[in-house]
């Protein structure tokens, strides 16, 4: 059973950094590309970033571009997104999802966890 | 506001048939395929329609999808108390060279 967990949210101060952990198991982790998808309080979901199987290609939405960098661990089976110059706009539950596949370049997510709480606030 | 449009709510009775829309440009959903999620509340999003019209695995069959030009569509028959829930369409864009979701659709079951 593919299974991903999200962790490393909280509460962050305006410039502050946080980095956020995906555990995953139940599939060949180096096999798939994988995303970090964000939704607001009581808004939408907006897409953070996305990474290929071997983590060389990398997408990030212009929101995040400069601030967020995302990366994987494949000998820990374990994506991360290392969040800095935090927002107030930045506070959301950031989803951790699977792609069917090595690569992005699609949006068939087929896999979700239940997603890690940040909060931006002074 | 989002590239794909999709109406803020939609609403009907148990037993009726509603259809959520879709609407996009010739560098998103005409040109690739389209995805619908379904986010209960309180929980994380799922895989509803695969590929403009494929059901994910375990979806019931009085969900489907489709797509023609620049705008796609859910549609749920028989509806149900459980259907309640925020319905998202998605896409990847050719010209902003990644992925797209629309703003959400909250269906209402009255």
């Known amino acids: 059973e593919v299974q991903l967990l999200e962790s490393g949210g909280g509460l962050a101060q305006p410039e502050e950094s946080l980095r956020l952990s995906c555990a995953a198991s139940g599939f060949t982790f180096s096999s798939y590309a994988l995303s970090w998808v964000r939704q607001a309080p009581g808004k939408g979901l907006e897409w953070v970033s996305a990474t290929t199987g071997s983590g060389a290609s990398i997408y990030y939405a212009d929101s995040v571009k400069g601030r967020f960098t995302i990366s994987r661990d494949n000998s820990k089976n374990t994506l991360y997104l290392q969040m800095s110059s935090l927002r107030a706009e930045d506070t959301a539950i950031y989803y951790c999802?699977?792609?069917?596949?090595?690569?992005?370049?699609?949006?068939?997510?087929?896999?979700w966890g239940q997603g890690t709480t940040v909060t931006v606030s002074s | 506001q989002s590239v794909l449009t999709q109406p803020p709510s939609a609403s009907g009775t148990p037993g009726q048939r509603i259809i959520i829309s879709c609407s996009g440009s010739s560098s998103n959903i005409a040109s690739n395929p389209v995805h619908w999620y379904q986010q209960l509340p309180g929980t994380a999003p799922r895989l509803l329609i695969d590929d403009n019209n494929q059901r994910s695995s375990g979806v019931p069959d009085r969900f489907s999808g489709s797509r023609s030009g620049t705008s796609a569509s859910l549609a749920i028959s028989g509806l149900q108390s459980d259907d309640e829930a925020d319905y998202y369409c998605?896409?990847?864009?050719?010209?902003?060279?990644?992925?797209?979701f629309g703003g959400g659709t909250k269906l209402t079951v009255l």
């Open positions: 999802a699977r792609y069917p596949g090595y690569s992005y370049g699609q949006t068939r997510l087929d896999s």
């Open positions: 998605a896409a990847w864009d050719d010209s902003l060279k990644g992925p797209l």
